[in-house]
């Protein structure tokens, strides 16, 4: 069965440090995601991604977040300066379809920890 | 926000039924119910998602009440492997409040007993 690949599984990383987050999507799905969790806390929306654009993002993705997708097969998720706060597992997702009814599919996490 | 209000948890027995119930009295016409679980150390998974009739799929079954303020997600015979959290969330079209993302509440955490 298809899958998202997220890669790495866990990076360390000191604060200040630029951080790149790769994911594979499922090769013929058109959305793309980015998605956050803090330990116990709530899955947070950071980016969406359409037709080579950003489509939508919230307040946390500020100017030290960027997404790129650079060769129509990868999905990264950049942050230029890393804070403290950053410290989070770090979801990729895609989908064939977009809103109303598209399922996203979830990768298996990136877990950033920020020293 | 997600407009969806959940019980914060639940539990269950090992092969017994398990409703799961949400609330979205603010729905619109043109919200989808869609359902996700999160395992443990997992990302989230897609379960089910429902417009106005209910659906069965090989996972679970959704019930959706006649005026769409709520649903049950049921999941006919619970192993040890449902326990998770169970997002219900809305999802719309219009590119407006939810745009083309999922948002995730708090949802609602299933513990299975043996």
């Known amino acids: 069965e298809p899958e998202v690949t997220q890669t790495p599984s866990h990076q360390v990383t000191q604060m200040g440090q630029e951080v790149i987050l790769r994911c594979v999507p499922i090769?013929?799905?058109?959305?793309f995601y980015w998605y956050r969790q803090i330990l116990g806390q709530k899955v947070e929306f950071l980016v969406s991604?359409?037709?080579?654009?950003?489509?939508?993002k919230s307040e946390i993705f500020d100017d030290q977040f960027s997404v790129e997708r650079p060769d129509g097969s990868n999905f990264t998720l950049k942050i230029r300066s890393t804070k403290l706060e950053d410290s989070a597992m770090y979801f990729c997702?895609?989908?064939?379809?977009?809103?109303?009814?598209?399922?996203?599919?979830f990768g298996e996490g990136s877990r950033l920890t920020v020293l | 926000d997600a407009k969806t209000t959940q019980p914060n948890s639940m539990e269950s027995n090992e092969e017994e039924p398990v409703h799961l119930p949400c609330n979205h009295s603010?729905?619109?016409?043109?919200?989808?119910i869609h359902w996700y679980r999160q395992l443990p150390s997992q990302g989230p998974e897609y379960v089910i998602h429902?417009?106005?009739s209910n659906v069965n799929n090989r996972m679970a079954s959704l019930a959706i009440a006649e005026d769409r303020k709520s649903s049950t997600l049921i999941l006919h015979r619970a192993t040890l492997r449902d326990a998770a959290v169970y997002y219900c969330?809305?999802?719309?079209?219009?590119?407006?409040?939810?745009?083309?993302?999922?948002?995730f509440g708090a949802g609602t955490i299933l513990r299975v007993k043996s």
């Open positions: 997702a895609s989908s064939s379809q977009g809103a109303p009814t598209g399922e996203l599919f």
């Open positions: 090769s013929n799905h058109l959305y």
């Open positions: 991604f359409y037709n080579n654009e950003i489509s939508e």
């Open positions: 603010t729905i619109s016409g043109t919200d989808y």
């Open positions: 429902g417009l106005t």
């Open positions: 969330i809305l999802r719309d079209v219009k590119r407006g409040e939810y745009g083309n993302k999922l948002v």
